[in-house]
């Protein structure tokens, strides 16, 4: 007989809130009215916060402090009860829109340990050998010239633009098949060492810049090459759910440009032809691209998802704080962009001299030298000990997209070697990969 999972306050509200947003009288309701069935249905916990599941499908935690309601994954198998909440005082982005709620869920998953599957992989490599036939005198490089040679046109760029672009967490293996058959266009090696490859997420704006110079150039056909060669590796993304949010909205964006005459015929602008791009993407992929259109709420979103993937600590908070506190706040502006639970946990390892550490960590496994350094990282706050592979990739992503999204808010540089609380997952998720540690890249 199959178990009954107990009753949670937490999935219940949701599942009430998730029916409202579903009914088509939702579109009806003004917001005012849409706040005051919501603040009907705000939960609070013993310890007296108080929850709102609304916009993006996602909990909020109220701050008592402040008054701001912050994204946060609420504490499951907590009791809750219902609570009055006045209305007015609900700011309109934590009230659902409607399309919010049917985001395309994705996976948060680095790919270290689980590898890319084979045939993805095998389709991949049959688009990017026709890419590199391409002349570099017909498809010139004007992006991505950090990362391959001169003489590579820009069809290869397009291909790999668009899997780091629709990556969710652009950590890989070092020896991954997928990153391993760009090696003879690479112009140096990349970011990171062999065991993993730690590589920078680009900004649509690279991507359009590809299609832009060409029309620029007086190239259209070019143009709708490269445009075509992004739409096609983006469709072969779309059967991993580490790329299918990204790749599914740079479809969305792309492929009308391939079907038929559009606002960004003749455009040589490239910040004018994203404009055009990003206006395309339907409502309900927006979270997609808060990357590229508010960084401030990726990041937000990126801690979330750090959170939840830690949801089997036992203080999920403290957990995901050994991970913060990792990332260069020479500012310190990061504590007032947590919830006050974070916040309190990282102020904790603050004043226990453990934030900013990462400086002389790098990603070798036990029993292999680290390059003649001496890793000095103090001893984290709280161990975080995945029950499986699957929970570890899952933390490693959301560690690495939230050092990533940290870094497109503040400026702030990731260490090539990779952050001091990820590596401690790389030791584990290298001896539990899919493959032999044969070559690199």
């Known amino acids: 007989m199959t178990p009954v999972r107990p009753w949670d306050a937490f999935t219940a509200a949701e599942a009430e809130v998730r029916a409202m947003v579903a009914d088509t009288r939702w579109q009806a309701l003004s917001l005012p009215d849409r706040a005051h069935v919501l603040a009907a249905r705000i939960l609070v916990t013993p310890d007296g916060d108080r929850w709102l599941f609304g916009s993006h499908a996602r909990w909020h935690l109220h701050d008592p402090a ?6 946060a994954p609420p504490p499951r198998g907590v009791r809750a009860r219902q609570v009055g909440h006045p209305a007015a005082v609900l700011p309109d982005d934590v009230i659902p829109s409607g399309p919010d709620f ?33 002349s570099e005198l017909d498809y010139p490089l004007t992006a991505f010239d950090e990362i391959f040679a001169a003489d590579v046109p820009s069809t290869v760029a397009a291909v790999w ?9 652009p950590a890989f293996d070092g020896n991954e098949r997928l990153i391993t058959v760009f090696g003879e266009y690479l112009r140096r090696s990349l970011p990171g060492d062999e065991w993993v490859r730690w590589l920078p997420a680009p900004p649509l704006l690279d991507l359009v810049t590809l299609v832009a110079e060409r029309q620029r150039a007086g190239r259209p056909r070019a143009a709708l090459r490269l445009a075509a060669v992004m739409a096609d590796t983006a469709q072969i993304l779309l059967s991993d759910t580490r790329f299918r949010p990204r790749a599914l909205a740079l479809l969305t964006m792309v492929e009308p440009m391939l079907r038929r005459p559009g606002p960004e015929d003749g455009l040589t602008d490239a910040e004018a032809l994203r404009a055009v791009w990003l206006e395309r993407c339907p409502r309900r992929l927006c979270r997609a691209l808060l990357a590229e259109t508010d960084p401030a709420a990726h990041f937000s979103h990126a801690v979330y998802d750090l959170v939840e993937a830690l949801a ?3 203080d999920p908070p403290m ?21 006050h639970r974070l916040r309190r946990a990282y102020e904790e390892l ?34 975080v000990a995945p029950p499986d ?16 999204a940290w870094g497109a808010l503040t400026g702030a540089r990731l260490p090539q070697s990779g952050l001091a609380g990820q590596s401690e997952l790389v030791r ?11 070559h690199h890249t």
């Open 102 to 134: 049917h985001a395309e869920p994705g996976s948060t998953q680095a790919f270290i340990g689980p590898d890319v599957p084979a045939d993805l992989t095998e389709r991949l490599r049959v688009l990017l050998r026709a890419s590199g036939l391409k």
């Open 319 to 339: 957990a995901a704080a050994t991970f913060l506190a990792d990332l260069s706040d020479s500012k310190g502006t990061l504590p007032a962009r947590l919830d």
């Open 428 to 438: 584990r998720l290298i001896q539990e990969r899919d493959d032999n540690h044969t």
């Open 389 to 404: 592979r699957a929970s570890a990739a899952a933390v490693l992503g959301a560690a690495y997209a939230t050092g990533l």
């Open 350 to 383: 603050d004043r226990a001299g453990l934030t900013g550490t990462s400086a002389g960590e790098s990603t070798e496994p036990e029993g292999f030298p680290a390059g003649g350094r001496v890793l000095t990282r103090p001893a984290p706050a709280a161990e």
């Open 66 to 71: 402040d008054g701001r309601w912050h994204l």
């Open 161 to 169: 633009g668009t899997i780091m672009w629709c990556a969710y967490a």
């Open 312 to 314: 089997f600590a036992p």
